[in-house]
């Protein structure tokens, strides 16, 4: 089955360390996403990358990083540098439909708590 | 950054009856789509909007794009329980075609009594 999967599921952390987290997908999707959601808000832009070995910083990109050595791989890792790493990441991909690539899907998500 | 203003933030009905939220902002976007996330899990399109007054339909779910392109609207008829969740809308805006970037709006809750 096509899609995309993120793991862990759950991922916990001590202050201090780095963590990465997996994005993969099947769908043969050149652009790639990663969000941020908090209790009760919607979802905040961190990185995005429209093609292999590019990607541009979103809304709130310090503190974290990404790769993107292949197509369907788009690693995101929280630094220590992140002052508030403890939320729920999403990892989107789209493709080119009829209008183009604005149709984003969605990761399961990984909800990173650090303490 | 640019903001889509969604509501009502939270809607409790009962079983049954017909659900409306909207989006709207002061600035024009290209293309709609309009999102459901359940708890603990990554969201899912329901519905993608390309042309301004377009009407679309997904089973009980219908969505428009407003004529200004400024808006849009999700309904839901006859809910069941397994509405329950964040709906999210989300937009391209009009001159960021090329980055496939979309703008979120903050959800609107929907809890359903049986």
């Known amino acids: 089955d096509g899609g995309i999967t993120q793991s862990p599921k759950y991922l916990f952390r001590k202050e201090g360390q780095n963590v990465t987290l997996s994005c993969e997908q099947n769908?043969?999707?050149?652009?790639m996403y990663w969000y941020r959601q908090d209790p009760g808000q919607g979802l905040r832009l961190i990185y995005y990358s429209q093609i292999v070995n590019d990607f541009q910083k979103g809304d709130i990109a310090e503190g974290y990083s990404v790769s993107r050595e292949k197509k369907e791989s788009f690693p995101l890792t929280v630094t220590s540098a992140q002052k508030n790493p403890t939320a729920f990441y999403l990892c989107?991909?789209?493709?080119?439909?009829?209008?183009?690539?604005?149709?984003?899907?969605f990761g399961p998500g990984t909800r990173l708590t650090v303490t | 950054g640019q903001q889509l203003n969604q509501s009502p933030q939270s809607m409790f009905i009962q079983e049954g009856e017909d659900v409306s939220m909207n989006c709207t902002s002061s600035s024009i976007f290209n293309t709609w789509l309009w999102y459901k996330q359940d708890p603990g899990e990554g969201p899912v399109l329901l519905i993608a909007?390309?042309?301004?007054?377009e009407l679309t339909s997904n089973g009980r779910l219908t969505a428009q794009f407003g004529i200004t392109r400024k808006d849009s609207f999700l309904n839901i008829s006859a809910s069941i329980p397994s509405d329950v969740g964040i709906y999210f809308c989300a937009g391209q805006l009009r001159g960021s075609s090329n980055t496939g970037k979309l703008i979120f709006g903050q959800g609107t809750t929907l809890q359903v009594k049986p």
């Open positions: 769908l043969n999707h050149d652009a």
């Open positions: 989107a991909s789209s493709g080119t439909g009829r209008y183009g690539d604005y149709e984003q899907y």
């Open positions: 909007l390309y042309k301004a007054g």
